[in-house]
């Protein structure tokens, strides 16, 4: 009777996989056509990413990523060793390693961090402009986590300044850290991982909204993050930059903002996927899918992007 209960789960599982994999339009032979055929497209705004539990890379590889529809991958970091790290234990096995810190301070009229867009913007440039952001600040990991990651006594109002511990390869520096956090599967089912990228900070960190060259499958250790993602095709909606050739992946646009359409009209027409991305969960986002990311609360992932 267990074994049967067993096989019955799994299942109920696959069958649940299958099902989120058609919603996503993952399906070759199906690809959106369900959707298309609800509602116009300009009639829907928002759809949830689908998720499905521990496929295997054959049907993630028939599915998703050939379709290139992004999806929620849960119960495939389940044997990670990272899974039971704490930001205590982070200080005791890797504390004394010296990481680059991105700092933003607080921008009141925008009402958001300085972030990368302000170290190429030409309006910083300008002699007596106030610096809002300071890439690759050298600071051991131990005094990271302990200024910026500790719980604040007055919540009441932003912090001055934050910092984030962003796109940093220490995979591939320190083998004894990705002995914890391995590449996932699907990821060495393709071609050979490009770059593995640990992404550590607290509440309020944000990776603006941009695309990017490479498959992702972005991996969520501990904490949670909010996650949009938008398709390639919207792009003309989105208003990337174009006066530095640094930015032209990179939308001047916030799209959590309610007044953005004010600004930038276009943008009410775009169609975007929305997730709350947890601990133990995988999101794959595909090459050149425009993503947003904002750390709901402290927050450690690991991103593996491959061509």
Not at 32 to 55: F, G, K, N
Not at 197 to 204: E, R, Y
């Amino acid at each position: 009777m267990v074994q049967l209960g067993m096989v019955m789960a799994k299942r109920s599982q696959l069958q649940s996989c299958r099902k989120a994999m058609l919603l996503a339009g993952c399906h070759q032979n199906f690809f959106l056509r369900s959707v298309q055929t609800v509602a116009p497209a300009d009639a829907i705004r928002t759809r949830p990413i689908p998720v499905c539990v521990a496929p295997t890379v054959e049907e993630f590889v028939n599915g998703c990523y050939q379709a290139q529809t992004p999806m929620v991958i849960r119960g495939a970091m389940e044997t990670w060793a990272s899974r039971k790290w704490t930001p205590e234990s982070l200080k005791e096995k890797f504390g004394h390693l010296n990481v680059p810190v991105e700092l933003g301070f607080w921008k009141e009229e925008e009402g958001r961090y300085g972030d990368y867009r302000d170290l190429y913007q030409e309006s910083i440039t300008h002699a007596g402009s106030k610096e809002y952001f300071m890439a690759h600040q050298p600071m051991s990991l131990t005094d990271f986590i302990d200024i910026f990651m500790c719980k604040r006594e007055d919540s009441s109002s932003p912090p001055p300044l934050i910092g984030y511990m962003a796109q940093h390869q220490l995979l591939t520096e320190v083998p004894e850290m990705a002995n914890d956090i391995p590449d996932p599967d699907y990821v060495k089912a393709q071609r050979a991982v490009y770059q593995r990228n640990i992404w550590l900070g607290p509440a309020g960190t944000i990776s603006p909204l941009h695309f990017d060259p490479y498959h992702n499958i972005l991996a969520q250790i501990w904490g949670t993050k909010h996650i949009r993602l938008y398709a390639p095709e919207e792009s003309s909606r989105l208003y990337p930059f174009t006066s530095s050739m640094f930015l032209r992946n990179t939308s001047q646009l916030n799209p959590e903002d309610l007044n953005a359409s004010k600004k930038w009209p276009e943008f009410e027409k775009a169609q975007h996927w929305d997730c709350e991305l947890r601990a133990g969960e995988m999101l794959y986002i595909p090459l050149k899918w425009w993503h947003y990311v904002r750390a709901v609360s402290n927050s450690l992932s690991a991103s593996f992007w491959w061509l």
